[in-house]
DNA sequence: ACATTAAGTGATT
DNA sequence: AATCACTTAATGT
């Protein structure tokens, strides 16, 4: 990808955030970089030096205990940046979560040296990672609130919810079992729950397919 | 036609 | 809500 369509891409998303020098700083000192539908792009304990923006797609967040046991937290959209990043100057911690790409996606990673520099010079960039900061806490909150108080079948419908808002689509391409690992719970319990979401006229049910009705 | 994988269901805890 | 045990349906070779 050259720097008029990368400069075009940024400006999409960015614009309405980024002054037109910081757009510039980004362009000259990030990376392009594209990620294929279910690529892992950082697991946990693994390094990550880089402050990735989300041009394009969606990347789903999730933990996992030591038993392997996982859950999924929340998706990043375009536009987000994932903060757990921001965490340490140097991005020398390990990372706590995964991150797969849910779909394609186009990501432009930033150095972290900059996140500092960039606080102090623009404005923009400092409003930019506060905000971030902001949305990535409700979003937690929000998280803890559907595992705290939601039962099951609520919490998978708002997965499903969840899905078509990022996604844009309400046919979604999922197996009960992927659904049952991403809450984990049992297929059989999301096979059960599914079917009844299906029979209140929320749902329809294909194989390897499901469609969001009420959304 | 057969094997594999996804989904549906009753019964039990 | 989880698990077992089994059935049925869809899809690939």
Redesign the pocket.
Known sequence: MNKEELSEKLNDFFQVIFEKELIDEILEVGTYKMVKENELLIDIDEKFDKIPLLLTGAIKISREDKNGDEIVLYFLERGDTCTVSFGNGLGLTKSKIRGVAEKDSELILLPISKLDEWMVKYESWRTFVIDSYNIRINEMFEAIDTLAF???????FKYLRDKVKILRDPMLS???????TD?????????????HL?NEGKIR??????EVLDY
């Open positions: 939601m039962n099951m079948e609520d919490r998978i999922t197996t009960h079992q992927e659904i049952a809450l984990h719970t049992s297929r059989v319990v999301v096979s059960r729950l599914l079917k299906e049910l294909y194989r390897n397919r499901i």
